[in-house]
């Protein structure tokens, strides 16, 4: 289930309050600059940093090629 657009624009990371990329076929908000992703479950994301999940380095290569393959831009601009 997608996230509504909407909502995506104010969705920010609850650590450093800083802009998100959602990669909606991996039900993932993810952090590129701490490196953190934050599940989106039932369509409804998980902001808790507690929940947030550490991304390896191989991961952070993986997602950020592929935001850049697909298009995918921050949920804000800073």
Request: hydrophobic content about 35%.
């Amino acid at each position: 289930m997608a996230l509504d657009p909407q909502l995506l624009e104010i969705l920010a990371c609850p650590e450093d309050k800083g802009p998100l990329l959602y990669f909606e076929d991996e039900d993932l908000l993810y952090n590129p600059r701490l490196k953190r992703g934050y599940e989106v479950r039932d369509g409804i994301p998980i902001m808790l940093i507690d929940e947030a999940r550490s991304v390896s380095g191989e991961d952070h290569e993986r997602l950020m090629a592929k935001a850049d393959a697909e298009g995918i831009r921050p949920t804000f601009e800073e």
